[in-house]
């Protein structure tokens, strides 16, 4: 009995010396992602394999809603993180009444994340771990149809707004061609029939969010609100007094800084020397052209029922040495395709250093038709490779009701 305590004793010392410690495993927990794109993120890792990624607990996720029930079905919505403008689109295994600009968090732990038509998509999570936490704008990420495309991965599920679009068809019955003005790139637009609400031909923006039909990135706006419109002016002034741009455009070339609208400029600029140029205020345009057809400027807007076109213009006072005597002229031209095609509306000669007097054309056409207009330097080609150059200002478009 003694031996038996002794050997009990002796097995138990090291644990009185040492306090009897108890030693807990240490263990590494992944903290729940709280934005969109993180959640996008898990997905990532697995989607060359297309493989379908189970949330980890505790995970959630709060978004703005960016889709609108008429657009989509009752148990779908599109969801974007205002820190990122990432996108994510839910199917709920219900119904819900979740509308434009309501903030809602969603609880998707153990939800089945996959990437569909490249819409990052949790499917038949239940309604029931959904809630409404407040309301608040969202607004479209600027960009081009260009720009939409190339970034897709990035801005899936997510709203942009294009500017200056035009209306280049109808594929179906909801589904519409809208041609980009600066860059003349498409892209289908989805309005759902219980909108009931038809593109007009030429929009001043258009706000959507981006999805994936057949392969082709396409927009779908939620409301008419989505569309602004061209505002209605009986006349539109433009007299380029913005300040220096002094090197020629070098190609064609955007423009957003006029009063008037964009304008697109190739081998021309905007110059404010009074020395140099035919200024009326503090600035005007000097077009040169190294050759045909170069040399010209162009709205990049509409104009609906343009019927007169009145400008200035002239050879500017720049040294073209013995060719000053040589013809100085401008074409001008009218499209009703968004610069697609064009036609000539007149040839006006002018004088070196000097304005002509104030050019008036009128215009035929119906209170419905969208016009741009070019004005194009047929000036003198010199022996140098450029033609002589022209000053063009105040010009006015009037418009009929």
């Known amino acids: 009995m ?46 060359a394999s297309g493989a379908t990624v189970t949330i980890p607990d505790g995970y959630s996720i709060t978004g703005a809603v960016i889709s609108s029930i008429k657009e989509e079905d009752s148990n779908t919505v599109y969801i974007q993180d205002s820190t990122g403008g990432r996108g994510l689109k839910i199917r709920f295994d219900a119904h819900h009444t979740y509308n434009v600009g309501d903030i809602v968090q969603v609880y998707i732990a153990r939800q089945q994340l996959s990437i569909v038509q490249n819409d990052y998509q949790l499917t038949n999570v239940p309604l029931i771990y959904a809630n409404k936490t407040g309301t608040g704008p969202v607004t479209g990420r600027p960009a081009t149809v260009e720009t939409a495309i190339a970034n897709f991965d990035q801005w899936s599920s ?139 400027l162009y709205t990049a807007f509409d104009m609906k029922g343009l019927n007169n076109i009145s400008f200035r213009f002239g050879g500017s006072k720049n040294n073209e040495g013995a060719d000053s ?8 031209f009218i499209s009703k395709d968004a610069g697609t095609t064009w036609t000539s509306v007149g040839n006006f000669l002018g004088k070196h ?38 000053d063009l200002d105040d010009v006015a478009f009037t418009l009929s009701q």
């Open 158 to 296: 997510s709203l942009v707004k294009f500017p200056g679009m035009r209306t280049a068809g109808q594929t179906s019955d909801s589904t519409f061609l809208l041609k980009d003005s600066s860059t003349g790139r498409t892209i289908p637009v989805l309005i759902s029939p219980r909108l009931n609400y038809t593109l007009p031909d030429s929009l001043m923006s258009i706000t959507g969010y981006l999805c994936k039909v057949n392969g082709d990135v396409q927009l779908r706006i939620r409301t008419s609100a989505d569309v602004i419109q061209y505002p209605v002016r009986s006349k539109v002034i433009e007299n380029f007094d913005i300040g220096s741009y002094p090197n020629y455009a070098s190609g064609d070339q955007t423009y957003t800084g006029f009063v008037s609208g964009k304008w697109v400029l190739n081998d021309a600029l905007v110059a404010n020397d009074p020395n140099a140029d035919l200024i009326d205020g503090t600035g005007s345009i000097r077009i040169r052209g190294k050759s045909a057809p170069a040399g010209y």
């Open 2 to 47: 003694k031996n038996g305590f002794s050997l009990l004793m002796a097995l138990s010392f090291p644990c009185l010396m040492a306090g009897c410690k108890k030693t807990t495993p240490t263990t590494t927990r992944t903290p729940p992602v709280a934005t969109i794109a993180g959640v996008r993120a898990l997905e990532d890792i697995h989607a």
């Open 353 to 390: 250093a000097q304005f002509a007097p104030v050019v008036n054309i009128p215009v035929s056409s119906l209170p419905a038709d969208n016009l741009r207009v070019k004005f194009l330097n047929t000036s003198f080609l010199r022996s140098s490779g450029a033609k002589i150059r022209i």
């Open 325 to 332: 005597i040589q013809q100085t002229s401008i074409q001008v």
